[in-house]
């Protein structure tokens, strides 16, 4: 059974950066659009940053300038690298990968953000 495994969420100040990893959790079919979305309190959940398979990369405009997402295609991992951060940021991050071989969608099980002074 793969699941995606996220790491690198925490609480900092505003103006600090993270990095955010995902990796599946046993080796499986190369993933073919990874991404990171997230969900504030009270709000719906939001794509922040998506990449292709050819590293093609799309964000918000609510992050665009401040965060980066990058892969590395032989470990099959996502990363999100996230600078001036803001309050607004605040919210539980998913990874998310698609497989086009299986057909298959995954999700990992979120990682806590929190920019607070």
């Known amino acids: 059974q793969v699941q995606l495994v996220e790491s690198g969420g925490g609480l900092v100040q505003p103006g600090a950066s993270l990095r955010l990893s995902c990796a599946p959790s046993v080796i499986t079919f190369r993933f073919s659009a990874m991404g990171w979305y997230r969900q504030a309190p009270g709000k719906q959940r939001e794509l922040v940053a998506s990449i292709t398979n050819g590293a093609s990369a799309n964000y918000a405009d609510s992050v665009k300038g401040r965060f980066a997402i990058s892969r590395d295609n032989a470990k099959n991992t996502v990363y999100l690298q996230m600078n001036s951060l803001e309050p607004e940021d605040t919210a539980v991050y998913y990874c998310?990968?698609?497989?086009?071989?299986?057909?298959?969608?995954?999700w990992g099980q979120g990682t806590q953000v929190t920019v607070s002074s």
């Open positions: 998310n990968a698609d497989q086009a071989l299986t057909r298959r969608t995954y």
